[in-house]
């Protein structure tokens, strides 16, 4: 597949005189290909706007103060993503940022509102990703099923599903608006173009540094100089960009992974890159699998750290490396060009998600294959096209009939199967009850416990807490707010519309208040483990008064009022 500035020629990896079945599908209308991909997300995904507000959509969406006026668009801008809601944590991420409180002004908490938002900003992507693949030379069919099997893949629910995932899909819109005005060429005003969406994607998440790699990349697809150093000299502010960008984030250091009470494997593995190594191969097979095989998807993944350089996932992972390696030396020719595109492209975007360089939090989820399988999906589709086409023995009608029947075969088994993923997000129960069926980490008990109190189901909230102690993971919620919000469960005490409870919320439930002595056996573990609890101290002050126990009431009372003095925490 030669590379050429000329658009009318076609870069599929193969003589010219051989065309591939699916590049003899033409679209007779332009806007065609991107109203099919639109109406494809909106069947795949129409189930999802009864679904709930998960995870970490409580404590960016629900509870964030910022988006509850215009007043607090400085704040969003200049802090990171958590300050609104639990103190200044997270990640600097202002643009979603500011789109969410742009939803939130409009439609408030709606989670129609926001469900909308992601399925517009992946119907937009799926678009971005057909055009880009035109724009560098694969061949329209190829193209189209590209991005048709990418937007129906369900490996990409916890990108779209998951409301707190804008910036997931924002940093990819950015990337490809900015590849989009690189290609086919890459004059300094285009530059400048790609610069400025460059910078939006850095504003929505740090996945984006890979952008000046992937222009490189793109670049050698579409230039005829591509083994000429002076073609990427347009590249330069980009890679000054990038550099800039990391100097900056690692002098800030907003998220130190490494440190606080961790377990000593996850440590080990923060402090020895041989063991991130071994760790990155070895996620490979599994999400080779969850590509080919979608199944048993779900977030919350247990993955241990790897030590052992023959292990089998080691080892396969190895093995996909060292072939992926081949393909890419052997794309320099036309025949395996799109292929080792479409690996380079995935190593690219995967790589700030390794661990290698910076340790991961996390060793694999789902939506960080959003962005790699983009380029992935090129390479598959257009070499599949390819070796189609070397089929002599066959008619053209035939193979291009038979591709276009496979490839609609494909699509709706991907469609269904995200629409069936879909329902798995609909609300805290049906989404923990498929990660507790696939051995995920059980740490997702207390936000089980948070979602019963705020139905008023105490029982079931009782119970979510007492196992949340039990499997205490310190990497989850603290130990002293689960003891707090097993009181709560304990006196039928629910949380309001915005997860917590308020004074006025305590003095409206208590006159029918229960169990109030397993409640104050649990007030006083949180107050033991931390000093701090002034909300804990207050309910315990509230509750002795109603038992009649005045000195007590008193005496916890002034705690409370000291407490508060030394650090102001939010209540469950």
């Known amino acids: 597949m030669a590379g050429t500035k000329n658009k009318s020629r076609k870069v599929q990896g193969k003589p010219a005189s051989r065309q591939s079945p699916l590049s003899a599908v033409p679209f007779a209308m332009p806007s065609r290909p991107y109203l099919l991909l639109a109406l494809a997300i909106l069947l795949a995904y129409i189930d999802i706007y009864p679904n709930t507000f998960i995870m970490d959509d409580i404590g960016l969406i629900v509870r964030n103060r910022f988006l509850t006026s215009w007043s ?35 439609f408030g908490a709606s989670t129609v509102a926001f469900h909308t938002l992601n399925i517009i900003c992946h119907a937009i992507n799926a678009g971005l990703v057909y055009r880009l693949g035109r724009k560098l030379g694969f061949a329209e069919g190829a193209t189209f099923v590209a991005a048709l099997l990418w937007c129906l893949h369900p490996l990409h629910t916890e990108a779209v599903s998951y409301m707190n995932s804008t910036p997931e899909l924002l940093w990819v819109t950015f990337t490809l608006l900015g590849l989009l005005a690189l290609v086919p060429e890459c004059s300094w005003w285009n530059a400048a173009k790609a610069a400025a969406c460059f910078l939006l994607a850095l504003g929505c998440k740090e996945a984006s540094v890979v952008f000046s790699a992937l222009a490189v990349l793109c670049m050698f697809m579409t230039s005829q100089d591509r083994f000429r150093l002076s073609t990427y000299i347009r590249t330069l502010p ?56 979608p199944t048993g998807l779900h977030m919350e993944r247990v993955f241990p750290f ?21 393909v890419v030396l052997l794309g320099r020719g036309r025949r395996w060009l799109p292929l080792g595109f479409g690996l380079t492209w995935f190593v690219i975007a995967l790589s700030p998600a390794t661990g290698v360089l910076v340790p991961a939090d996390q060793l694999i989820l789902e939506h960080w294959m959003y962005m790699p399988t983009v380029g992935l999906f090129f390479g598959l589709s257009q070499a ?13 009608k035939m193979k291009t009939e038979g591709a276009a029947l496979l490839a609609l075969v494909a699509a709706a088994l991907l469609g269904f199967k995200t629409y069936s993923q879909n329902q798995i997000w609909l609300n805290p129960p049906s989404f923990y009850a498929n990660v507790f069926a696939h ?15 705020r139905k008023h189901a105490f029982d079931d909230a ?23 919000a097993l009181a709560l469960a304990y006196l039928h005490v629910g949380l309001n519309a915005n997860y917590t409870v308020t004074s006025d919320d305590i003095n409206a439930a208590m006159p029918n208040v229960q169990n109030v002595p397993q409640a104050i056996e649990q007030l006083q573990k949180a107050v033991a483990l931390d000093p701090d609890e002034y909300f804990s101290y207050g ?8 038992q009649g126990d005045t000195k007590k009431s008193q005496l916890y009372y002034k705690k409370m009022q000291e407490a508060y003095q030394r650090k102001t925490v939010s209540a469950p």
Not at 83 to 101: D, I, K, M
Not at 439 to 453: E, I, K, M, N, T
Not at 462 to 484: I, T
């Open 306 to 326: 790897q030590t052992d350089a023959l292990s089998p996932l080691v080892l396969a992972g190895a093995a996909l490396a060292a072939g992926a390696a081949l």
């Open 238 to 293: 980009f890679w000054l960009m990038t550099v800039a960008y990391i100097c900056i984030y690692t002098a800030l250091n907003p998220f130190k992974q490494c440190e606080g009470n961790l377990s000593a494997e996850y440590l080990h593995y923060c402090g020895h890159i041989f063991v991130r190594i071994l760790t990155s191969l070895a996620t490979l097979p599994v999400y080779a699998g969850l590509i080919f095989y």
């Open 539 to 546: 309910l315990l002050s509230a509750l002795y008064k109603k």
């Open 439 to 453: 051995g995920g980490y059980r740490r997702g008990l207390a936000d089980l416990g948070y979602y019963y109190l």
């Open 384 to 396: 599949a096209a390819n070796g189609l086409a070397r089929l002599n023995s066959l008619p053209d």
């Open 72 to 106: 607090y668009l400085p704040d969003l801008v200049t802090h990171l993503n958590y300050a609104g809601s639990r103190g200044n944590e997270g990640y600097y991420r202002p643009v979603p940022g500011v789109l969410h409180l742009i939803v939130y002004q409009l």
């Open 462 to 484: 009782a119970q979510s807490y007492e196992a949340a102690l039990k499997d205490f993971d310190p990497n989850a919620v603290p130990e002293p707010a689960l003891h707090r």
